[in-house]
């Protein structure tokens, strides 16, 4: 059982168009997130979802619109690509209250041309 | 505002040599303090963690211990081996409400045969 599960895995597209990436958890978590990993690594908070409240939104372009229809899902439509949206997203997702037991989804690879 | 700072990689070791990787944190208040691991084309996976100062976290072999005092959270090893090259990563929470994990920028470990 996938706990974290984000589709596509792999996402190739040219500038201009608008996508969207799916995240699901069967954890019965609260929160949930979406992070890009850039090219050299480095991973940065973009969104939070509490409850299926935007909680953080860290100067993020408003082309990425996430979209929380319920606790389990956290999904990320990006309109107008730019050839600087080519990273990985991860989604994940906590019980905050709990504490940090984060789990990770496996990455969508987005590329760009 | 937090932060993560970890050495600079890649670092690249032969097999059974001992592993360092340094992280050291800005934070208010008692943050918990991870390690997570990055394996080629995978997702994160929690390595280890410490929730308060002089705690340890262990797991398959890997050690870090929580470092009030220097604010440090060193990740160690004794013996390397080749299944553990992947990139590692530090990362800080600050507790409930704060919604998202801070990172460090990664540090990639190649251990050669």
């Known amino acids: 059982d996938t706990a974290v599960s984000q589709t596509p895995k792999y996402l190739v597209t040219q500038m201009g168009n608008d996508k969207s990436i799916k995240c699901e958890q069967n954890?019965?978590?609260?929160?949930m997130y979406w992070y890009k990993q850039d090219s050299k690594k480095f991973l940065k908070i973009m969104f939070s979802?509490?409850?299926?409240?935007?909680?953080i939104n860290e100067t993020v372009p408003n082309r990425f619109s996430p979209k929380s229809p319920d606790k389990a899902h956290l999904n990320l439509h990006i309109n107008s690509l730019e050839l600087g949206d080519s990273a990985v997203y991860f989604c994940?997702?906590?019980?905050?209250?709990?504490?940090?037991?984060?789990?990770f989804g496996s990455g969508t690879r987005l590329t760009v041309v | 505002g937090n932060s993560v700072t970890q050495m600079e990689g890649p670092v690249t070791l032969s097999e059974e040599a001992f592993l360092t990787i340094n992280c050291t944190y800005t934070a208010t208040g008692y943050p918990s303090l991870f390690w997570y691991v990055q394996y080629p084309g995978e997702g994160l996976q929690l390595l280890l963690k410490a929730t308060k100062a002089d705690d340890k976290g262990s797991n398959k072999g890997f050690e870090a211990t929580y470092r009030k005092e220097t604010t440090s959270f060193h990740l160690e090893k004794g013996s390397v081996q080749v299944s553990d090259s992947a990139v590692y990563f530090c990362a800080l929470w600050t507790g409930a409400g704060s919604y998202q994990l801070t990172f460090g920028k990664g540090t990639k470990l190649s251990v050669i045969p």
């Open positions: 954890l019965g978590h609260d929160t």
């Open positions: 979802y509490n409850n299926k409240e935007l909680i």
């Open positions: 994940a997702s906590s019980q905050d209250w709990q504490g940090p037991g984060y789990t």
